[in-house]
């Protein structure tokens, strides 16, 4: 449970950066937060700009987790998107089932037509320029496209149940979401191809993709107007802030293409294409099913995660010690420490007392000696996944480093203790057990102690 | 180029936003006389869309299982 707690801690932190740069974000992001609430931003605004600053943040710390952990920080990234688009559906359900939620996606937009109309309907001051902003709350049609009373006879008004980022329901949205995730979940399964998770994930990729491939073919391929029918109209105001309201303000008749005549509801949910087949009548609603259809999706992408999570592991750990299990590589992952040196650090100087040894990940060092004249000697360049500073803490001679190390590029490594190390190179059954790494560590130490007296003479 | 790349998907998602009269995702009834005739007269998009999947399921299963 220690360990896995563990892993979860270093995985879902920010490993290559700097915590006064997480720090600073954090601030920043929080400002923004609060300038957008005392400005009666609507939430979507808000939400947008609290995430904003973590963007670049992620992006970066999202492209070493991938050159660290390989295909596990992949699916890890895969994974946390699809439950943001779960979280998205599960929220527009909740909007319309307790929040008297109209689905109007993407919301109505207070531009100069829905404007007029309020303006029109004594709604709002007809000097009030329109804002362009995506309305946050709906005043429910009913018949003929006006207003619903409810019993006390007030207006019946909900969110526009289009989740948070409604601008983003649109149907190519949802198209190229899909394929990402069914074409990255593929990419996964190349590596994870025993994750029976991930499967099963996969399988529920290719029903949605073939439901949004149909949807958006109708809407962008299919314009013939054959059926009566009509559209909404709404009348925009301002209710706070930059909050805006769209007023449901009658319909006008219209000629529909399939899509809008009754396409967009797909091939299984209600009014979509096996009910008009089959005459059943009992299929749930499009954001109902597509909430279902996600959750069939996400549920096992987060197992297959979880399961693959078990046995994380950095890929350079894996390239010094080729020797150690699968667990122990895992495990040796959750002790290492990055750090990170400039072009032209001295890592370490000859003499220092060797605490700790260090695996390249990336970046290259010249292991130098320093001659009895004081003149240095460059006797070995090291690069990505090679090791340096065993000698001083595995020579039973000499505890004392044998050479200064200098970064000649900008330098990350993973740090192993001393404690660590030594049970590495052990042969009394210490927490790694590999008689493959403890020869191969012995190894080295001679081959690069010959080296050394070789060169110093 | 690099750039380009990068916006041109941004700028054609951004433009979706200005199209505030297209029909909106799933809301209202069906339209009067749409039916079980509409959708059989699309079988052929709807059969197609199937085989395209179908085979890209394929392909996607074969490029999985190809050996390293």
Redesign the interface.
Same mark, same amino acid.
């Given at each position: 449970m220690n360990y896995t707690l563990k892993r979860f801690e270093k995985f879902f932190s920010f490993e290559s950066i700097n915590i006064r740069i997480v720090l600073l974000t954090a601030f920043i992001s929080y400002l923004l937060q609060i300038n957008a609430i005392i400005s009666g931003e609507p939430l979507y605004l808000i939400a947008f700009y609290t995430l904003l600053p973590w963007i670049p943040l992620c992006l970066f710390e999202g492209i070493w987790k991938v050159q660290n952990y390989a295909a596990v920080a992949l699916l890890g990234l895969f994974t946390i998107l699809q439950i943001g688009h779960f979280a998205e559906h599960l929220i527009q359900v909740l909007q319309i089932e307790l929040g008297n939620g109209t689905v109007a996606c993407p919301p109505p937009i207070d531009n100069a037509v829905n404007a007029a109309r309020g303006v029109a309907l004594g709604l709002r001051d007809a000097a009030l320029a329109p804002s362009f902003y995506s309305v946050e709350s709906i005043i429910k049609p009913g018949a003929g496209g006006q207003p619903i009373l409810g019993p006390d006879g007030t207006l019946v008004s909900g969110p526009a149940a289009c989740a948070v980022f409604g601008q983003l329901d649109l149907e190519i949205v949802h198209l190229v979401w899909e394929l990402f995730g069914l074409f990255g979940t593929a990419f996964v399964l190349y590596y994870f191809r025993k994750n029976i998770f991930l499967w099963i994930a996969f399988a529920g990729l290719c029903w949605h993709a073939l439901e949004h491939l149909t949807i958006t073919y109708f809407y962008y391929f299919d314009q013939e107007q054959l059926w009566d029918g009509f559209r909404q109209l709404w009348a925009t105001y301002p209710a706070q802030g930059n909050s805006y309201v769209a007023h449901a303000a009658g319909q006008e008749a219209a000629k529909l293409n399939f899509y809008e005549a009754g396409g967009k509801f797909g091939l299984m949910a209600k009014h979509g294409m096996f009910e008009q087949l089959t005459g059943f009548s009992g299929m749930p609603g499009r954001a109902h099913l597509h909430m279902g259809y996600n959750l069939f999706i996400t549920i096992p992408t987060v197992l297959g995660f979880l399961w693959e999570f078990r046995t994380i592991s950095n890929k350079y750990i894996q390239m010094a010690f080729s020797g150690l299990s699968k667990n122990d590589i895992a495990k040796l992952t959750q002790e290492v420490r990055i750090s990170k040196f400039g072009k032209g650090d001295i890592v370490f100087n000859q003499g220092d007392i060797a605490d700790k040894c260090y695996i390249i990940s990336r970046g290259k060092v010249d292991v130098i000696i320093q001659g009895s004249s004081g003149s240095e000697n460059v006797i070995a360049q090291l690069g990505v996944g090679q090791i340096f500073g065993e000698i001083g803490i595995l020579d039973q001679d000499n505890s004392r480093r044998t050479a200064t190390i200098r970064a000649t590029t900008r330098l990350e490594c993973l740090e192993i203790n001393a404690e660590t190390l030594k049970d590495l190179a052990s042969d009394s059954g210490g927490r790694f057990s590999s008689e493959e790494t403890k020869s191969q560590l012995i190894d080295l130490v001679l081959e690069r102690k010959d080296d050394l007296l070789s060169k110093a003479q | 180029m690099r750039t380009a790349l990068l916006l041109i998907?941004n700028l054609?998602?951004a433009s979706?936003?200005f199209w505030?009269?297209v %029909? &909106? %995702? %799933? &809301?209202?009834? =069906? %339209?009067?006389?749409?039916?079980?005739d509409?959708?059989?007269d699309?079988l052929h998009?709807?059969g197609g869309?199937?085989l395209?999947?179908a085979a =890209?399921?394929v392909f996607?299963v074969l490029?999985?299982?190809?050996s390293r």
């Open positions: - | 998907p054609v998602l979706q936003l505030t009269n %029909a &909106s %995702a %799933a &809301s209202g009834p =069906l %339209a009067e006389g749409f039916g079980r509409a959708w059989l699309k998009v709807v869309v199937v395209l999947v =890209l399921t996607l490029m999985i299982l190809k």
